[in-house]
């Protein structure tokens, strides 16, 4: 007797569990997403210019002429406090219309292949211009902020190099992204010509 009720509570265990998994595979079917997948060719300009002066001094300039994207901004996003964001944003991004958001130390991590050279990645952009092509098409916040590589040459000069950022943004076939394109190809031009001089 004592089997046959173990067996039956095996037997209602089983059926609970066969019930459970049926149900779970049938709300995963339910659920499932349809994914689709595109792919677009788009031809990318891409700038180099280089100096004769010395990566210090080149990267020193750089970093004292652009403003920082730091924790005081940050906080002012968290707090919705669009007025004083947008002020403090205006100000870091000073005559040269650009932030550094982040700075990749490329030349530092070659420390892992047995040697340090002089380079640095800086992520740069403008919030403000981001926003007004990401409030147009979401997709264009992959080119904001911008990157540019700053290292010291063969010649013991400077180069910097980018992706022209109209180029980058042309895929989305809007004016309104087009017309912040070409202004972040102005500032970046005029930022690399005043750090190589």
């Not at 998994?21 to 349809?34: G, L, N, R």
Request: aromatic share 6%; charged share 20%.
């Amino acid at each position: 007797m004592i089997h046959l009720r173990i067996a039956a509570s095996r037997l209602a265990l089983s059926t609970v569990a066969i019930a459970a998994i049926s149900v779970s595979a049938f709300c995963a079917s339910a659920m499932a997403a349809t994914v689709e997948v595109s792919e677009t060719k788009t031809i990318i300009d891409h700038v180099t210019v280089s100096s004769s002066r010395p990566y210090a001094l080149v990267k020193q300039d750089l970093e004292s002429r652009l403003g920082r994207l730091d924790d005081h901004i940050r906080t002012l996003l968290k707090q919705d406090k669009v007025d004083e964001l947008r002020t403090a944003l205006q100000k870091a991004a000073g005559n040269d219309g650009l932030v550094i958001h982040y700075i990749g130390l490329h030349g530092d991590w070659l420390v892992l292949k047995g040697q340090r050279r002089n380079g640095t990645e800086y992520f740069t952009g403008n919030i403000l211009t981001a926003t007004e092509m990401t409030s147009v098409n979401m997709a264009a916040g992959l080119y904001a902020p911008l990157r540019i590589m700053v290292y010291e040459n063969a010649q013991s000069g400077t180069t910097i190099e980018y992706d022209k950022p109209s180029t980058q943004l042309s895929q989305f076939h809007s004016a309104q992204i087009d017309v912040q394109g070409r202004s972040l190809d102005d500032r970046l031009a005029k930022l690399c010509a005043a750090v190589l001089q």
